[in-house]
């Protein structure tokens, strides 16, 4: 088990091997500061190597989900004596954070309540599973302040597609739980509160019935389906599939299917 960082913009709990991730800046609509993006980077990068947390839920405390980055950091750079280099350096940073969450090897779970907006819903996308209560407004908000949504594009390309992901980010639409169920950002719409952490709840349970390091390996492979040939891409999968089959893992489970009973890591 590894040992979780510190934090204060942050609150971490950890139930057995679920970690749930609260956005704590309620006061600030949960925007990401420069504080909270190194706290979440902290907090995933420690996450990246401990394979006892079988998921991650990342929620907002408060009336809302992320409100996006924190306009206070942004009014920083634009002072005289800052470098363009540091600019460039800082989004960077923004896009290594979304990467090290789309890339986590756990099941990762976004609850939207409220608002995501701007960088809070480049963080939504970057996650395997969205629930979004049906009230929930999301944005992409940066055109509308003269700068692009650097960072967050590539993700929500992944989740939306292309020609959607072209409407929202040009015009800055601003759309509802039901439209980004539409849209395949959401993969799935509750009433409330108490019905996304119902859904969460079923989450978790089918999580476990799948082996941790199966789901690692499988993770690998969709993310490396937009980026590698049809060669590369099947060899990486043949090497994952070995691997697990001749692990502990793919032993138990063969076994327990043989046995009628059920794996270890189901139990």
């Known amino acids: 088990m590894t ?15 679920w970690l749930t991730v609260w956005l ?14 190194d706290e979440l980077a902290a907090t995933v990068a420690a996450l990246a190597g401990d394979p006892s947390i079988r998921g991650v839920t990342f929620r907002g405390k408060g ?7 924190d306009l206070k950091d942004f009014g920083a750079l634009l002072r005289d004596d800052v470098p363009r280099a540091d600019i460039v350096d800082f989004s960077r940073r923004a896009g290594a954070l979304f990467h090290a969450v789309d890339t986590l090897p756990q ?14 819903l ?22 509308m302040l003269g700068i692009p949504p650097a960072q967050i594009a590539p993700f929500v390309v ?3 597609g292309r ?21 395949g950002i959401a993969d799935q719409l509750v009433d409330d509160v108490a019905g996304l952490e119902a859904a969460e709840a079923a989450v978790r349970a089918a999580v476990r019935r799948c082996a941790p390091g199966a789901n690692a390996v499988t993770k690998n492979i969709v993310l490396a389906a937009g980026r590698l040939d049809g060669a ?20 138990e489970g063969v076994a327990a299917f043989l046995e009628k009973r059920k794996p270890r890591w189901a139990v």
């Open 107 to 120: 099941v990762t779970v976004m609850l939207v309540h409220g608002a995501a907006m701007a960088g809070g």
């Open 63 to 69: 009336d809302m989900f992320c409100a996006g980055g």
């Open 24 to 37: 704590n800046r309620p006061a600030a609509r949960n925007a990401l500061s420069a504080a909270m993006a």
């Open 122 to 143: 480049g963080l939504v996308c970057a996650g395997d599973i969205v629930i979004a209560a049906a009230d929930a407004r999301f944005a992409l908000t940066e055109t």
């Open 158 to 160: 992944q989740r939306a």
């Open 232 to 251: 590369a891409l099947r060899d990486l999968a043949a090497d994952g599939f070995a691997e697990c089959l001749l692990g502990e893992e793919g032993r």
């Open 163 to 183: 020609a959607a992901a072209r409407r929202i980010m040009l015009t800055g639409a601003r759309f509802d739980g039901g439209e980004a169920l539409r849209l």
């Open 3 to 17: 040992d979780l960082p510190s934090t204060e913009t942050l609150i971490l709990e950890r139930d057995g091997g």
